[in-house]
């Protein structure tokens, strides 16, 4: 028998609560020095999984990261990958350091960081190059709906939470300072927590703007 939690909300009680917390959403980069309990993110990482994927293959793979040990580590691995960047940029050494800085900050201030990656491991295999990559882009759009269910079950659990693009620039250095399996390739960062504040209400592009009627 299903729990009450776990039964679906029907008609207007079921739009109003989930339109209430879709609009609500705001990405979140200041937390309380506050745990979170490893059973709640177990909880969110078993909704995120029941995103749609291609094939139903699943693709998604998850790095929990909270001892702040591992966290230092992390962010001063990528803080090191993101100066070099910076730096065959040409930016200002000043600005190459606040830059720094406030990536390590971001990710340090966090009480949880969740690297999603992706692997290929249980993914068709095409003897063509572009439909091999037809089957990675259905494998990464899979990750990405499983990561916006989690950080929509994250704000319903009271949590703030934050996409960082980062790992996605350097794969191989996030992959080595948490030392994960090589099929699995970092597709990004959440940060999470207990809010420190609301965020900011960003503008968004009116429907019409985005939108065709065919």
């Known amino acids: 028998m299903q729990s009450v939690a776990e039964r679906p909300l029907t008609g207007e009680m079921a739009e109003a609560a989930f339109f209430g917390l879709a609009l609500s959403r705001r990405s979140i980069r200041r937390y309380l020095d506050r745990p979170v309990d490893p059973a709640l993110v177990t909880r969110l990482i078993e909704i995120a999984g029941r995103a749609p994927s291609a094939h139903n293959r699943q693709p998604w793979r998850w790095a929990v990261v909270s001892t702040p040990e591992v966290k230092a580590s992390l962010a001063a691995a990528m803080g090191e990958a993101f100066r070099r960047d910076l730096v065959r940029d040409g930016l200002p050494v000043e600005t190459v350091e606040e830059m720094v800085a406030r990536s390590r900050a971001r ?35 899979s990750v990405a709906l499983a990561v916006g269910n989690l950080m929509l079950a994250a704000h319903a659990a009271g949590l703030g939470s934050c996409w960082i693009c980062a790992p996605i620039f350097c794969p191989g250095v996030v992959r080595q300072a948490l030392d994960l399996p090589a099929a699995w390739d970092p597709q990004g960062l959440i940060t999470l927590g207990y809010p420190a504040d609301n965020g900011r209400d960003r503008q968004r592009k009116p429907v019409e703007a985005v939108t065709v009627w065919r």
């Open 107 to 141: 990710i340090g201030g966090a009480p949880v960081v969740i690297i999603p990656c992706l692997t290929m491991e249980e993914m068709d295999v095409y003897p063509d190059a572009e439909r091999q990559h037809c089957e990675w882009l259905m494998a990464a759009q």
